[in-house]
Nanobody, 115 residues
Framework: QVQLVESGGGLVQPGGSLRLSCAASTSIFALYAMSWYRQAPGKQRELVAPITSRTTTPYADSVKGRFTISRDNAKKMVYLQMNNLTPEDTAVYYC?????????WGQGTQVTVSS
């Protein structure tokens, strides 16, 4: 069982920035494919940004150029740097881990973009 704990959410004004963090409990973190998802009220959960152990794959169109995913395998952490936030980015953001078909989710962290 892998535990994922997100942090860094909060209230930010439009145009502002936040950095989300996700701490993983597994000792083989480097082997996991990690991703950030988000779910806005009344909408389905959507993939925001994935990262494998070696490369990043395409971001959601809505966040390209504004969000950056990164990972630190030594610290067993994955990050989501979010810049130029808009009210449409308001959602609960979830950290996701996958390895050999096994999927794990964090509890989520709320991001609210509002003036």
């Amino acid at each position: 069982q892998v535990q994922l704990v997100e942090s860094g959410g909060g209230l930010v004004q439009p145009g502002g920035s936040l950095r989300l963090s996700c701490a993983a409990s597994t000792s083989i973190f480097a082997l996991y494919a990690m991703s950030w998802y988000r779910q806005a009220p009344g909408k389905q959960r959507e993939l925001v940004a994935p990262i494998t152990s070696r490369t990043t794959t395409p971001y959601a169109d809505s966040v390209k150029g504004r969000f950056t995913i990164s990972r630190d395998n030594a610290k067993k952490m994955v990050y989501l740097q979010m810049n130029n936030l808009t009210p449409e980015d308001t959602a609960v953001y979830y950290c996701h881990a996958e390895y050999h078909g096994r999927n794990y989710w964090g509890q989520g962290t709320q991001v609210t973009v509002s003036s």
